[in-house]
């Protein structure tokens, strides 16, 4: 039994005529009925009765062309999805993303990419950027939203947005000028570090002639906002998180080695699927 075999089948069972039937499927009257006879052999039933009408269905017929309409509608179905998997239409992106980065998908773009792709699913995982390019390069993630940074080696990448740091502190507690603060500023300040950037800071500093004092260190920029909300030093985090975190002053920092990006990445070496491909396409950049 084939599907070319319940193709004739069911066109004949609609028709009642072999004669017209062959007409539809383009196709002459002897193959169309050798398909048949072939099918009722294979099945061990017979399928047709020959009346005065034409050509009708047995019980046995009738039976069958439930099941046929059904498989054939299957394979209709999975054609369809197997080709919208392929034109990017349909499926699942495993999504890597950093908790700074939400905001970023939040856009028209990405809106307009789920009205229009309605099919295709999302599963996130949330991480800091080394879990996230650990897992991707471990086969768990299709793609992953970072921030510099971190070992690009193997990856591709888009850039979404660059910006640089702020500090976050309690103004009560401490007397900062209005304006961008520079590194000699920050030098006379108990600092919250957080690791992310320990290596960038302190190598800026230190090329400035700038001695720190870091008051805390943790490894979480909403934590380092959290501290310096409660009076405890003034943070230096990246200016998407502290516009999204930060309950007290927020002030700029004038340093230009202090940039990060947020990026999206995939890995080299792997053929990234068409649904993956067109979500890329609709991020910002």
């Given amino acids: 039994m084939n599907l070319k075999q319940l193709h004739y089948f069911l066109v ?8 017209s039937a062959a007409k539809l499927l383009y196709t002459t009257q002897p193959p169309l009925s050798y398909q048949l006879k072939q099918l009722e052999k294979e099945l061990g039933v017979k399928l047709f009765l ?13 039976i069958f062309q439930q099941y046929a309409q059904k498989m054939v509608n299957l394979t209709d179905n999975v054609q369809e999805e197997l080709q919208r998997g392929q034109a990017g239409t349909l499926g699942n992106i495993n999504l890597g993303l950093i908790s700074s980065a939400g905001e970023l998908l939040f ?20 991480g800091n950027t080394y879990e996230l390019t650990r897992m991707l390069n471990n086969g768990l993630l299709d793609l992953a939203i970072v921030r510099t940074p971190f070992n690009m080696q193997g990856l591709m990448k888009k850039k979404l947005i660059t910006e640089g740091m702020v500090a976050v502190f309690d103004s009560q507690h401490f007397d900062l000028p209005a304006g961008p603060l520079t590194l000699a500023d920050l030098g006379q300040q108990p600092l919250i570090l957080y690791r992310r950037f320990a290596a960038l800071f302190n190598d800026t500093f230190a090329h400035h002639g700038v001695v720190p004092f870091y008051a805390v260190k943790c490894d979480d920029a909403r934590t380092a906002i959290l501290w310096a909300d409660q009076g405890m030093g003034v943070a230096l985090v990246p200016a998407s998180i502290a516009a999204r975190y930060a309950n007290k002053k927020v002030v700029a920092v004038e340093c230009a080695e202090w940039q990060t990006t947020v990026q999206a990445v995939w890995r080299k070496d792997i053929k990234l699927r068409a649904v993956g491909q067109r979500f890329i396409a609709a991020l910002p950049h």
């Fill in 50 to 62: 020959r009346s005065a009408h034409g050509i009708e269905l047995t019980e046995e017929g009738k």
């Fill in 107 to 126: 856009n028209q773009a990405i809106k307009n990419f789920t009205r229009y792709y309605p099919a295709v699913t999302f599963q996130i995982t949330e």
């Fill in 12 to 19: 004949v069972a609609q028709e009642h005529q072999i004669t």
